[in-house]
């Protein structure tokens, strides 16, 4: 393996190579470029494209592209060649500021969620300096904003740097009140944890339901599954290791900072852990860290598989969003200080989340919702779906003697008022990690769990984002005008907590209990797709990311539209799987094997008189009425799904595959899996559960 601090970042035009590569002038409207936002001049993008274009050449490449992040959830690009004409035979490698700058691509056929007609097909791709152009099989990418003709944002990366901008603004306004002049910007970071599954190739290409949907639709239990908790942390296998391996390789090469690996509490489940960075970047690096485990899984004979919950009766794969917000001075603003000024910062940014996610639980629902999703929220390895924090007791403590105005009992009692108090320094581990929390403060940074492994971070982020911006755009407006600043900030915090601190939970979110305290409190509890979408597109929805323009109304109508028409052709693929499944393969199978223990029974019986078949004869029946059961749920999720298909109206459709079409797919799969159990093993069409979760080896 090749020297780590060697070869991080080589296949990167990060600022090094720019540093070396680029005249004074040029790296330095660069810089400015990367650290204010500033437009670049053509003329200096010229010669970026140049010092770009030569660089990637030398590393291998022959083409570039505009990457860029669509509304499928996954990327996109297309690829051009460096190569033009010059003369009789030869040809040149060029490569232009414009081009560097803009492409153009097909707007049309990606999802627009009406934004775009099929015959308003021009879209265009703009360059976003702030994150690094890298190579990746011999093209140069170039990460881009994808936005249509008239400007709309058809992407997810455009709402998110416009939300990366309204919480700088909101929050340089907080920072400026509590005097800190060198600070110029505020950026949230993020670290995804990315979990995942490895099975067998071979095996993957034998079942159809992983081939369309990502996800096993039939499957018995087998024997052993992970209660024995012996797979989490345990030793890496050698198959496994070897693809970790690679993997770190490539995305050490990428610059992507590759930390933590492990093994999950599932069979076959592991996961990949980075170190913090900027939200844009972050959310770019975990798209390419996805292709890439799912691209080298393959090199060694395996598939990775992203799907939230791909095996039923064992843990699902989350991504856990592990975000803060950080000054250009390295201040990390969620992380108590040693002074009064800076405990008086943290509290105030703390109350700012608190406030935020409280206000707009129903949109980090939303954020996090869908068909893959909706399997696994709720379940013993992901958060429920009532949106509630976790603080600890230490932090809801302190929190609680400001809102009392009593002293917080730690070496010395002292008055917890706003620049009079001291606030007792705690270690970022002072109490356990709540794994039953969708919101979690672990220490200097909150953990946001409720996303599903296969989405981009994107989405929930630009609400996460939205929603403190306007916490402390609140916050700012009241301050900034106050004649006696510790007077109203005390006042302020007293104020936020007393409101908001029922979105504050320590407890276990498992239990049946919460849900009854939750709806006591006045939480939300949208537990599928259906039940929270139409918060996206409410007033104080748009209201809010119109305000900070993060999304015009039709850009949020767009994204409600896709995102429903998404779950509900998941839904309807799914349910063709197991048409197709149960009458091509299964129910033919198992009727073969009822055939060969009739014939057993029919030999029996008529070499021995009186013989006892009753195995046999107890298998038949029992198979059989299973099979009946099989088949006649077949019929009936054909019959509902026709009727499915003809609804117009998004919601009510999406309504009508949850409640009508879920719960047939379900019967089916029982009977389904009962009759697994019951079946002779040459029989049975597919890989089981413990040929997928045990069969790399």
Not at 99 to 111: I, R, W
Not at 341 to 369: G, P
Not at 656 to 667: G, R, V
């Amino acid at each position: 393996m090749a020297n780590v601090s060697e070869i991080f970042g080589s296949m990167v035009f990060n600022e090094n190579v720019m540093k070396q590569r680029l005249p004074k002038d040029v790296y330095k409207a660069m810089k400015k470029t990367i650290s204010d936002g500033k437009r670049l001049d053509i003329s200096i993008a010229n010669v970026v494209a140049n010092a770009m274009k030569d660089w990637a050449v030398e590393k291998g490449a022959t083409h570039y592209t505009h990457w860029f992040q669509p509304m499928t959830g996954i990327t996109a690009e297309k690829h051009d060649s460096f190569i033009s004409p010059s003369g009789d035979a030869d040809i040149i490698m060029e490569f232009s500021g414009k081009e560097l700058v803009q492409g153009e691509s097909d707007a049309s056929s990606f999802p627009s969620g009406g934004l775009r007609a099929t015959f308003e097909a021009r879209g265009y791709t703009a360059w976003d300096p702030t994150s690094y152009a890298f190579i990746k099989n011999n093209t140069l990418c170039i990460p881009t904003a994808f936005c249509s003709y008239g400007g709309e944002a058809l992407d997810k990366k455009t709402p998110l740097l416009r939300s990366m901008e309204a919480i700088n603004k909101q929050a340089m306004r907080v920072v400026k009140l509590f005097g800190n002049e060198d600070v110029t910007s505020v950026k949230t970071t993020v670290g995804p944890e990315q979990e995942y599954f490895l099975i067998d190739k071979d095996m993957y290409d034998k079942r159809p339901d992983l081939l369309y949907t990502g996800r096993t639709l039939f499957g018995a239990m087998p024997p052993k599954g992970q209660e024995l908790d012996d797979h989490y942390f345990g030793t890496i296998k050698s198959k496994v290791k070897a693809f970790m391996t690679e993997l770190n390789t490539e995305l050490w090469k990428l610059g992507i900072l590759s930390k933590t690996e492990h093994n999950e509490v599932a069979p076959a489940q592991h996961e990949l852990a980075p170190i913090f960075t900027t939200t844009n970047i972050a959310t770019d690096h975990n798209q390419i860290t996805m292709e890439l485990m799912q691209r080298i899984a393959k090199k060694h004979g395996m598939v990775c598989l992203l799907h939230e919950k791909p095996f039923e009766g064992i843990n699902g794969s989350g991504k856990h969003n592990n975000w803060s917000l950080s000054t250009n001075t390295g201040i990390n603003l969620l992380e108590p200080g040693d002074t009064p000024h800076e405990n008086a910062q943290f509290i105030t940014f703390i109350c700012a989340v608190i406030k935020a996610v409280d206000d707009y639980q129903d949109l980090l629902r939303v954020s996090v919702a869908s068909a893959g999703n909706d399997h696994r929220l709720g379940a013993n390895e992901a958060p429920p779906a009532i949106i509630s924090m976790f603080l600890g007791d230490e932090l809801t403590a302190i929190l609680e003697a400001f809102e009392n105005e009593e002293g917080y009992d730690a070496k010395e009692k002292t008055m917890l008022k706003i620049g009079v108090h001291v606030l007792p320094r705690f270690a970022k581990d002072t109490t356990d990690r709540n794994r039953t929390s969708p919101f979690a403060f672990t220490g200097n940074k909150f953990e946001f769990r409720s996303l599903g492994s296969t989405a981009s971070v994107s989405g929930p982020n630009v609400v996460l984002n939205t929603a403190v911006a306007e916490s402390l755009r609140q916050f700012a407006d009241e301050l900034e005008g106050a004649e006696n600043f510790n007077e109203a900030l005390n006042k302020l915090i007293k104020r936020t907590i007393k409101k908001h601190k029922r979105v504050i939970f320590n407890g276990n979110g498992y239990g049946d209990q919460w849900i009854e305290e939750a709806e006591k409190r006045g939480l939300s509890n949208f537990k599928t797709t259906p039940d929270c979408l139409p918060c996206y597109i409410a007033e104080k929805s748009v209201k809010l990311f119109e305000e900070h323009k993060i999304y015009t109304a039709t850009e949020i109508h767009s994204r409600y539209e896709i995102k429903i028409e998404n779950y509900s052709k998941v839904i309807n693929i799914e349910a063709l799987t197991m048409i197709d499944m149960a009458k091509r393969d299964i129910l033919p199978a198992v009727a073969s094997f009822v055939k060969e223990l009739s014939q057993s029974v029919i030999a029996k019986k008529g070499a021995v008189s009186g013989i006892d078949c009753t195995y046999e004869e107890e298998q038949i029946k029992k198979i059989s009425g299973l099979m009946n059961k099989m088949y006649n749920e077949t019929v009936k999720l054909e019959r509902v799904l026709d009727k499915v298909h003809k609804i117009d109206d998004l919601l009510e459709q999406a309504n009508a595959y949850k409640d009508s079409i879920i719960p047939i797919m379900e019967k089916l799969r029982k009977a389904a899996d009962e009759i697994e159990l019951l079946t002779e093993r040459k029989y049975w069409p597919y890989p089981t559960y413990g040929d997928l979760l045990f069969g790399v080896r």
